[in-house]
């Protein structure tokens, strides 16, 4: 069994000039997580887009399931692959089931309707996010945390074997960074493949992930934070001096910084 | 039912006579049964009444609808049909046959033509730029809008005052005064094509305004089914316009008031929006003829009517807006 996503010597850059990165490579396979590292402006959320394929890569292939991705329709790749934006931006106030139940579209034809068994899909996964009491409520009315939520939940309603997250926990206060980092360890233990961007190198540790780093000289490093995550590479990275220490009391390294 | 209603009382109402049991009579014994009719009653119903109780109600859905796809894709509430310049378009068209001393069915035709390729112009504008984003299209939508009432002014100025420009000034506030049967034939099948497509898509169009990013990650064939929903709401419009002239107000405020009453999803809000328009342009004609001994223009009617009910809808949902 071949990896789920595989990404070969990638390269990007806008209208041809500016290099963003390049020799991108590495592999996800179901039930990893694999956290995107890399200081502001570095390409992360980029290199995402182009695993979701709304941007074209200049340089190498994505490979989804063994195939080229470029070589897919639209709807195949929606198939495999669910996309959580930073951020939601409403428009009109529709419910949060029939926010979530168009998460069927990749599965349904043209002029096709979601039927019963659709929405059907739709509370079950309210259901696994936890959030069935929402159904009802229009999305343009719940706040930041429960939206991310809802988002998840349609991803998993596209039937997705792969969620890409950008920056998932950018908007939430402490307590609910916690709470969707939770989740994506849960949806990691069901066997869906989860590849997030984050600022915070600690939330690696947190969830136990795979790193892939582009850093402050865009070269890009991937392995298991056991592997790669160093005090020197993150110092470096970010531009100011860091810590990776073992916490006594809750069993786990951390990224920190030291007073300042 | 509400609307047959309508329909029924519609043609009840006018100059020759308001008697609703020698209406029914006159359709009764259309129907085949045998009751005493006045003779004159017939060809009212038949030949004025009729068709302009047809097209008030065709009219009215088409243009909301079109309204209601237009919001639903370009992701705002306040869009009204015009926004890619159909409605200059087809003003600048029917002027242009007015200048040139044609005849009704003329005008009607460069009106519909005129409106097909202001919104061809428009689309043009984002490919030749090379950026197809929604955003450019609107700016788009407004150079080609603003450059029109440009030429639409030189028209006026040139216009001879008495006939040609008052002509024109009455166009762009919309009548139906001088519709016929066989005009209704010429835009039906527009109507049921357009509006079936469009209502089958419906659930895409929920999808599409949630906007760019988001369809293209539920695998939807952006382009496409964005294309089709434009080319549909475009034609709809400017085959209104094309036999009315503009109406103001029923694409803007229809759509809103459907979403009140039946919810955002478009599945359930858009075929609400085709009969509650239908209804609300049967209301606004009846009263466009009945209210005086002279014709009164739709868009004085339709602003008079639909401002207040605007401001109506806005103080309902006054807690969302932020």
Redesign the interface.
């Given at each position: 069994m071949g990896a789920l996503l595989q990404v070969k010597d990638l390269g990007f850059s806008y209208n041809g000039s500016r290099q963003i990165f390049k020799d991108i490579s590495f592999e996800v396979q179901q039930g990893e997580i694999v956290c995107l590292l890399g200081p502001n402006g570095i390409g992360k959320t980029t290199l995402l887009n182009c695993l979701?394929?709304?941007r074209e890569p200049l340089q190498g292939s994505v490979l989804l399931n063994g195939e080229d991705m470029a070589d897919l329709?639209?709807?195949?790749?929606?198939?495999i692959?669910?996309?959580v934006?930073q951020t939601?931006?409403p428009?009109?106030?529709?419910?949060v089931l029939?926010y979530v139940v168009?998460?069927n579209?990749?599965w349904l034809g043209?002029?096709?309707?979601?039927g019963p068994e659709h929405y059907q899909r739709a509370e079950e996964a309210l259901q696994q996010m936890g959030i069935s009491h929402l159904a009802q409520k229009?999305y343009?009315?719940i706040s930041t945390g429960e939206l991310q939520q809802v988002s998840i939940a349609r991803a998993i309603a596209?039937k997705a074997r792969l969620i890409l997250m950008d920056e998932p926990t950018a908007h939430l206060d402490y307590g609910n960074q916690l709470k969707v980092l939770r989740l994506i360890k849960d949806l990691s233990a069901k066997g869906y493949g989860i590849v997030l961007t984050t600022h915070n190198p600690d939330q690696v540790l947190l969830l136990d992930a795979k790193a892939a780093i582009i850093d402050h000289q865009s070269i890009f490093h991937f392995g298991s934070w056991q592997d790669i995550l160093t005090e020197e590479l993150l110092s470096a990275m970010y531009g100011v001096p860091l810590r990776l220490i073992e916490v006594e009391g809750i069993d786990r390294m951390v990224s920190i910084a030291p007073s300042l | 039912m509400l609307l047959l209603i309508g329909v029924f009382l519609s043609l009840s109402l006018g100059r020759y006579s308001n008697d609703p049991i020698k209406v029914l009579n006159v359709l009764l014994s259309k129907l085949g049964m045998n009751v005493p009719v006045d003779p004159a009653m017939v060809g009212i119903v038949f030949n004025v009444r009729l068709p302009r109780v047809l097209a008030s109600v065709m009219i009215g859905a088409m243009l909301s609808l079109s309204g209601a796809v237009y919001q639903s894709v370009f992701r705002n509430p306040l869009v009204s049909p015009d926004l890619l310049g159909v409605s200059s378009g087809a003003a600048v068209g029917a002027s242009a046959a007015i200048l040139l001393g044609a005849g009704l069915a003329t005008r009607q035709i460069f009106a519909f033509a005129g409106g097909i390729l202001a919104v061809l112009v428009t689309s043009l504008v984002p490919r030749l730029l090379r950026n197809r984003s929604n955003m450019m299209l609107v700016l788009s939508g407004i150079i080609v809008g603003g450059f029109l009432s440009s030429v639409l002014a030189i028209m006026k100025f040139v216009a001879e005052e008495q006939t040609q420009l008052a002509s024109i000034v009455y166009w762009q506030l919309g009548s139906l005064a001088s519709i016929l049967g066989n005009e209704l034939f010429a835009i039906l099948p527009v109507f049921l094509v357009c509006s079936t497509l469009l209502l089958l898509l419906s659930w895409r169009i929920n999808i599409l305004s949630f906007g760019d990013l988001e369809a293209r990650t539920l695998g939807v064939n952006l382009r496409q089914v964005r294309t089709i929903v434009i080319i549909c709401a475009s034609l709809l419009t400017a085959s209104a316009v094309s036999i009315s002239g503009t109406i103001g107000w029923v694409g803007l405020v229809i759509p809103h008031l459907s979403r009140l009453i039946a919810g955002s999803d478009n599945t359930r809000s858009m075929p609400v929006t085709l009969l509650i328009g239908a209804i609300f342009m049967l209301m606004i004609d009846t009263l466009a003829r009945t209210v005086s001994t002279v014709e009164v223009p739709l868009s004085i009617l339709t602003g008079f009517v639909g401002a207040p009910l605007y401001a109506l809808l806005l103080y309902k949902q006054r807690t969302r807006l932020e």
């Open positions: 979701a394929r709304l329709p639209a709807r195949e790749v929606a198939r692959i669910g996309y934006p939601l931006i428009s009109f106030d529709y419910t029939e168009t998460g579209a990749p043209t002029f096709e309707k979601p229009p343009t009315r596209q | -």
